[in-house]
Structure formats: structure tokens, C-alpha cells
């Protein structure tokens, strides 16, 4: 048995800790995934004025503040009883923003932090070995995703061309947030009621124009099939069968005309995700495509325990209509919410549901299992406690364990995918599923994420050009009465996953209670008050450390892959510690 640890996991935000016990075969027997650093943003929220909480807890993400801004800023639509009448246009203004920085943030995902790990040289030894065709594959691969400043054999290897495209896209897509919300990140115009700043048309007129640019990004080199043949045939498809054949053909196609050239270029026609489409899967690109190798992507992350697990969605984006309930009932929302459980079986969502557990985490809270509207954050102040290297039996994350109805929940993409039965998604997960794969691996979770981004840019464009009136109203005013104990729930959906908000306030209208649950919480989470392992550690448990070539303790490039296909984004779940131990909770107020 050999313990294998990677610290840090992510390329930014690298609060995150994996450590592993593997045998002799490589495969995982026991994981532990650890969140490093306390978030100190419930605490700080005490006894504040509830307003402030939709432009505090923004600081808690610099990646994705929009959505911990939206997500207060529901919280505070139903603290003040305005969420029934918040004008339409205000709700498309908000899905605006959302959708602006889901595609930012995928993208960011998708080539900088997930797809330098294609460019591995753990793969270069597999596909060097299977003459031309290997040769020119591993050829594509490192010349789209390598990272800047990466050396292999201790050469020099150029940027890819794809990673390189995608920075100014990300750029691009911050200053369209910036032109409407104020700035970014930490945009101002976030309100109960509504927003404060009434775009106007030449922001619209501006918005088309950063959208057209990136969309040329997106046929020059994420897809070469034109944008809307592949909406029409996968979003809109009538059935599931009809989205998988249609992509399955599309990919048989581009390999009969490579097959004699080698040629898996962009300009033969492999877009991105064309091309991991056909080499990321064992099942898609081996035996179904008949390709010579693959990355295997699909034997790793999957869930051994269909019982132990399910895919939850709060459901995001609202329909064009005024007000909305802050419950999220099926259906209420574009995005719908909705649980799946590990055997792809629909049931309703019920926020009442959803509990946290901190018995493998550094609190010394009163009560453990608590729903987040009672919930408590009171930290382990000792730092001898703090240990990581205690095992599975011990406290060892910073993040406690969110369930649902007991159950450990995969927050993200491919569970907002399922949850609105979305064509492609759901006929790869259930095609893995009929021949014997796990549902949920890192190549449906990753697909799942190409394919949202997708849907997103096909949404914009309509909630920009068509739904949105520059001349509509809004906001409604609140009446800061209202709040007074009173409490309030914001559901929303964060590119990562559902992130919640829940605040109280007391009789004179300050904060009482703040709890956050966060995507990167439910994603990352310890074992559980019934010693139940959260869903990266449930991916982990079972898993190669190599999904192809042999077993390399010293690049383990499977973890790799698993634990960055969630998308962790550390810093939400984790933050500040207070030194001084000292006078808690604080009362501070940032400006």
C-alpha cells in the first residue's frame, strides 16, 4: 500500500488536499479529501444590515462572485417578501448576468484548469506506442491544452493553441458582466427587488457585439459542426437515443476521413469537443467508434454505490415572467430543480431535505446533521486539532458534508443536465450506465460541462435580443420592516453547482443567522455523521490513479483528472481564521 497525496489540487484556489491509500495495482482503497482554510463569512455576517450580505459574500468567490451575489440576493428577496413580484426584466437582467459568467467560467474550467492535464506525459507513453496514428493524436492533444510555461523531458513545449485562445475570451466575457453589473468581479447593481442599473440599448447593442466574438471563438475551436445543427440535434433532440446517435455518427464521419491522413486537426474538422468526444471514452471511442486507444476517462470518478449517492440541482435561471418561488418547485425555473438518485431514477426536490454535517469536520458545533436555516459555524480554535494525516476516522476538512435526505449529492453540470433530462447528457449517462459503466465519471462530467456551455450560449442570445426591455421596470422597493424576524432562502445555481444562502434576522432587522452551502461543501465534503464518504472520495475509492499506461505513484494523473472534473473552487468553501481567538462572532464591516 502506498499513500498518495496531492497538495495542492487545483491550479488556482489551491486550498484542497487529496491524500490517498493505493495497492499494488493502482487502484485507490481509501481517500480523504481536505479543505484547508476556515470561511469566516457566516461569522462576519452577524448583526449586520441583511442588504450588505448580497456584496459581502461575493468576496467569498472571485471566480463566480455573481452567483453568492444572486443567491443573496434571492435570500433577500424572500427575507423581505418582495420574491412574488420582482419584475421580469429585472429576472432576465439577473439571468443575464448568471449566464455571462457560467460561460466564463467553463470556459475557464474547460481550458486552463482541466485541459493542460490531457497534455500529460503519461499519455504521450501510451500513444507514441501505437505508430502514426498514436503519434499524431498525442500530437493534437498537447498541441491544443499545453499550458504556458510547461516543460516535458525537461524541454520546452509551446503554449496549445486552444488553452492560449480561451484567455482572451475569459477576459472578453468579464468586461460584457462589467458593461451591465458595474464591475466584475464584485458587481454593485445586485438588490433585493430587483437591480439598480437599467441597461440600456447601446449596452444591448454592445452585449451583441462581445457575444458574436465569442461565439467565433467557439467555431474556430471548441466546435467545427455548426453551433445551431448541434443545438438542434442535441439540446432540441427529440430523445436521448437521437442526441448519442447524432454525435456518435458525426465523430464515425470525422474519423473514415482521417483514418488514411492521421490528420485530427481543426481544420479537418476536430473541434475540441469533437475530439475529446472520441478519445476521452473507452466506451465511445473503443468500442463503439473502434479507435485504436483512448483516454479511458470513463473507467475513472465513477460511483461504485448507486445507494450512497444522487444528483441534486436547486435549478437556476428564471422564466420571463414577474416574481418567482423562492422554494424552487419543479419546474419554476429554466434549469429546473430536482434530485436523481445513483440509479438515474426522478424525484422532487424538497430544500426542507438538505442537511450539513460537521463530525468529520473542524467544528465543535452544538447539534450535528443541522438544516443550514438552523445552522451553526462555530470552528475548532486549537490548532493541535488541526491535523490532516488522522485518517478517515478523524476530523479533517474545513468543509462540513451537506446531504440530501441523507444522501451524499454531486452538485454541478452533469446533475443540472440530468435533472432537466437534457438529450445528450442523459442518453451518454444512460448508455454507461446499460454496459456496465458508472453514470457519473470524469468524461460525462466534463462532456456535461462542454455541453452546458452550449445551451448557455444558445439561451443568451435570445434572453439579450429578445426577452430583455431596456425600457421595462426594474425593481420594486422593500420595506426594511419586513425583515425583522422574519428569515429568508436564496436557491441558486453557482457554474459549480447549487450553492444556497439562508438568513435570519432578529426583531431589530440585523442578522441573527447567516449559513452558506456552497457547491464546493457538497462536492469536496468529508465523511459524514454515518461515516459515509462525499462524492470526490466516493469517485476516488475504486478508481486507477492512471486511467491508461502503467501505474505511476509519482504522477498520478487520475487523481488529477477526478478531482479537477468537479471543478473544485476552494476558496467558497474555505476562508479566513481568526488568530486571536478573540470576541467571536465580530462584528466588521468591509466598504
Known amino acids: 500500500m502506498v499513500n ?168 472578453r466575457l468579464q468586461e460584457a458582466i462589467a458593461l451591465i453589473a458595474g464591475r466584475m468581479p464584485g458587481p454593485s447593481s445586485l438588490y433585493p427587488g430587483g437591480y439598480t442599473y437599467p441597461a440600456t440599448v447601446a449596452d444591448i447593442t454592445k452585449l ?163 438544516a443550514p436555516a438552523k445552522g451553526e459555524t462555530v470552528p475548532l480554535t486549537d490548532p493541535s486539532k488541526i491535523v490532516y494525516t488522522g485518517g478517515s476516522n478523524s476530523q479533517y476538512s474545513w468543509d462540513k458534508a451537506p446531504r440530501y435526505d441523507g444522501i451524499a449529492g454531486e452538485v454541478g453540470p452533469l446533475a443540472r443536465m440530468l435533472n432537466i433530462k437534457e438529450p445528450l447528457v442523459t442518453g451518454l449517462a444512460q448508455a454507461f450506465n446499460e454496459k456496465g459503466y458508472s453514470a457519473a465519471n470524469v468524461y460525462t462530467r466534463m462532456l456535461a460541462r462542454m455541453q452546458e456551455t452550449a445551451i448557455l450560449a444558445y439561451e443568451l442570445l435570445n434572453w439579450v435580443t429578445v426577452d430583455y426591455n431596456p425600457n421595462g421596470k426594474i425593481s420594486v422597493p422593500i420595506d426594511l420592516n419586513a425583515a425583522k424576524n422574519n428569515s429568508g432562502m436564496g436557491l441558486w445555481e453557482a457554474p459549480r453547482g447549487a450553492l444556497g444562502h439562508w438568513v435570519s434576522a432578529g426583531s431589530d432587522g440585523k442578522v441573527t443567522n447567516y449559513q452558506c452551502i456552497v457547491p464546493g461543501s457538497w462536492l469536496m465534503s468529508p465523511r459524514d455523521s454515518k461515516g459515509i464518504p462525499g462524492p470526490l472520495e466516493q469517485s476516488l475509492i475504486g478508481s486507477k490513479i492512471n486511467p491508461v499506461g502503467d501505474v505511476d505513484y509519482t504522477n498520478p494523473v487520475g487523481i488529477f483528472h477526478m478531482g479537477r472534473s468537479y471543478d473544485p473552487c476552494i476558496s467558497c468553501a474555505v476562508h479566513t481564521i481568526d488568530l486571536t481567538g478573540k470576541n467571536a462572532p465580530n462584528t466588521l464591516r468591509i466598504l
Open 4 to 171: 498518495v497525496t496531492v497538495d495542492p489540487l487545483t491550479r488556482i484556489e489551491g486550498h484542497q488536499r487529496i491524500s490517498t491509500e493505493v495497492g499494488a495495482d493502482g487502484f485507490i482503497t481509501d481517500a480523504q479529501s481536505s479543505s484547508l482554510i476556515f470561511r469566516g463569512f457566516e461569522r462576519i455576517l452577524q448583526n449586520q444590515d441583511p442588504r450588505d450580505a448580497a456584496f459581502l459574500t461575493q468576496r467569498i468567490c472571485g471566480v463566480c462572485p455573481l452567483s453568492h451575489g444572486l443567491a443573496s440576493t434571492n435570500a433577500l428577496d424572500n427575507l423581505y417578501g418582495v420574491a412574488e413580484s420582482v419584475p421580469k426584466d429585472a429576472l432576465m437582467m439577473r439571468n443575464i448576468f448568471q449566464g455571462l459568467n457560467m460561460v466564463a467560467s467553463h470556459a475557464t474550467h474547460i481550458y486552463v484548469l482541466f485541459g493542460p492535464d490531457l497534455a500529460n506525459p503519461a499519455y504521450k507513453k501510451v500513444l507514441t506506442t501505437l505508430g502514426d496514428t498514436g503519434n499524431a493524436v498525442w500530437k493534437e492533444m498537447v498541441g491544443r491544452f499545453a499550458p504556458i510555461s510547461y516543460k516535458m523531458d525537461g524541454v520546452a513545449v509551446p503554449v496549445g493553441s486552444s488553452y492560449l485562445a480561451a484567455i482572451p475570451e475569459k477576459k
Open 208 to 370: 451583441s457585439s462581445y457575444y458574436l466574438q465569442v461565439m467565433d471563438f467557439v467555431s474556430k475551436h471548441t466546435l467545427k459542426v455548426d453551433f445551431n445543427t448541434w443545438i438542434e440535434n442535441t439540446y432540441k433532440a427529440s430523445s436521448p437515443q437521437k442526441a448519442v446517435s447524432f454525435v456518435t455518427e458525426h465523430l464515425t464521419d470525422l474519423i473514415n476521413k482521417s483514418t488514411s491522413s492521421n490528420d485530427f486537426s481543426k481544420d479537418a474538422g476536430w473541434g475540441d469537443v469533437e475530439f475529446y468526444a472520441a478519445f476521452g471514452s473507452e466506451l465511445v471511442g473503443e468500442k463503439i467508434l473502434g479507435l485504436p486507444a483512448s483516454l479511458k476517462h470513463d473507467t475513472i470518478g465513477g460511483y461504485k454505490d448507486p445507494s450512497k449517492i444522487c444528483f441534486v440541482a436547486y435549478g437556476g435561471y428564471y422564466k420571463y415572467k414577474d416574481g418567482y418561488d423562492p422554494k424552487s418547485p419543479a419546474g419554476d425555473r429554466i434549469f429546473t430543480s430536482g434530485v436523481v438518485s445513483g440509479k438515474l431514477e426522478y424525484q422532487k426536490f424538497d430544500p426542507e431535505k438538505i442537511t450539513e454535517s460537521t463530525a468529520h469536520s473542524f467544528y465543535q458545533n452544538s447539534v450535528n446533521d443541522l
